[in-house]
């Protein structure tokens, strides 16, 4: 429980019951059990609600509809029987 042995344990109660004293001790123990429980009940409708939006905003991708057009042609180069054009020679 926490990492803490029973030693530990009856330690932090012994000090407690010196601290405290016997009429307030199970008075604090009662509180920070129910405000412990109160944080646990408060995080858990904190993260049922995040989750909640979390799935609502997942939106499924769009559907493309099928090309109804061909692509576009790749440009053709000259034919290989044409010999160069050189503008500085030609003119």
């Not at 008075?27 to 405000?35: H, I, N, Q, V």
């Not at 009940?41 to 049922?48: E, G, K, Q, T, W």
């Not at 493309?64 to 692509?71: C, D, E, F, I, Y």
Request: glycine share 6%; hydrophobic share 45%; no cysteine.
């Amino acid at each position: 429980m926490f990492g803490i042995g029973m030693t530990e344990l009856i330690v932090i109660f012994v000090i407690g019951l010196v601290v405290l004293g016997p009429k307030k001790l199970p008075e604090l123990a009662r509180t920070l059990g129910k405000s412990l429980a109160e944080f646990r009940r408060a995080s858990n409708d904190l993260r049922r609600e995040f989750m909640s939006v979390t799935e609502d905003a997942q939106i499924a991708p769009p559907v493309l509809a099928p090309r109804t057009t061909p692509p576009a042609a790749a440009p053709t180069e000259p034919p290989a029987s044409a010999p160069p054009v050189d503008p500085a020679r030609d003119g």
